[in-house]
């Protein structure tokens, strides 16, 4: 067993491709030799028929991230990857509803179902590739929130914010980044409003938050480009913006790092 960076050749097997190192929350693409077994973080993780993976690293990811690769009829590799540390600003967000911040009882319980439900849409994914295309803006707009800021509400601590606020006026279409399955089409979740999620392939995942329409349905497929419902202000929201927010199954990964991918 050894360990491989970025271009590497193994002497006696076909290349595997790995970035030597990445940001936290960062979207990692590598290639191995087709066919071969790819274990990450408990996971094991598809591969596509030309040797393609995706795997996501946390905002809290520290370290390395050690990707074991079991080729067809060869020994296991080890693909050993840098995460370098980012600084995370606490980001304060005033003017939400009090309700939203510190919830009563039956509201708290109907936002742990609704996360649950959240849950379950993102625990399983498909063979799609969507997740291999250069992503796209679903908006264009000014960034008002960034991903894995420490958020304060209304004076109140709050966790991580886990996607990517852009503003935008109420009613501006929204599109699809890349090809995906819609897997959860919601248009009233308490904290996050009209929410959808598309499942890109292979774990990878976009969540939209605060929409005023929706304009798909859970099981259509979507085109990159396509238009899947428009801004609003809906949920815990103090103006008219969208949340877009990316995962990798369960873990958080930053939308302007996987838009870095094609030179934002």
Do not use: C
Request: proline letters at 7%; aromatic letters at 6%.
């Amino acid at each position: 067993m050894f360990g491989v960076g970025k271009s590497a050749l193994a002497a006696n097997g076909p290349a595997m491709s790995f970035p030597a190192h990445v940001q936290q929350g960062a979207m990692v693409i590598g290639r191995v030799p087709p066919g071969s077994r790819v274990q990450y973080n408990g996971r094991t993780l598809r591969v596509t028929d030309y040797g393609t993976v995706v795997l996501g690293i946390g905002r809290d990811a520290q370290g390395v991230a050690s990707v074991r690769v079991t080729p067809p009829g060869e020994s296991e590799r080890l693909a050993r990857i840098s995460i370098r540390a980012r600084d995370w600003p606490i980001e304060r967000v005033d003017g939400v509803p009090p309700k939203t911040v510190s919830p009563p009882p039956a509201v708290a319980r109907r936002i742990a179902r609704e996360r649950a439900e959240v849950s379950r849409a993102r625990a399983h994914s498909n063979d799609g590739i969507g997740f291999a295309e250069h992503f796209i803006w679903p908006v264009k707009g000014r960034i008002s929130g960034r991903f894995g800021n420490q958020r304060v509400y209304n004076g109140t601590p709050g966790s991580a914010h886990s996607g990517m606020d852009i503003a935008a006026a109420t009613g501006t279409s929204v599109k699809a980044p890349a090809a995906g399955v819609v897997v959860l089409a919601e248009p009233d979740l308490y904290l996050t409003g009209g929410t959808v999620l598309i499942d890109h392939g292979h774990g990878i995942g976009s969540n939209f938050l605060h929409m005023s329409q929706l304009d798909v349905k859970v099981g259509d497929r979507v085109k990159q480009g396509d238009v899947i419902g428009k801004v609003g202000s809906t949920g815990r929201a103090t103006g008219p913006h969208l949340h877009w927010g990316m995962t990798w199954y369960d873990v958080r990964i930053d939308p302007l790092l996987v838009l870095g991918r094609a030179g934002g």
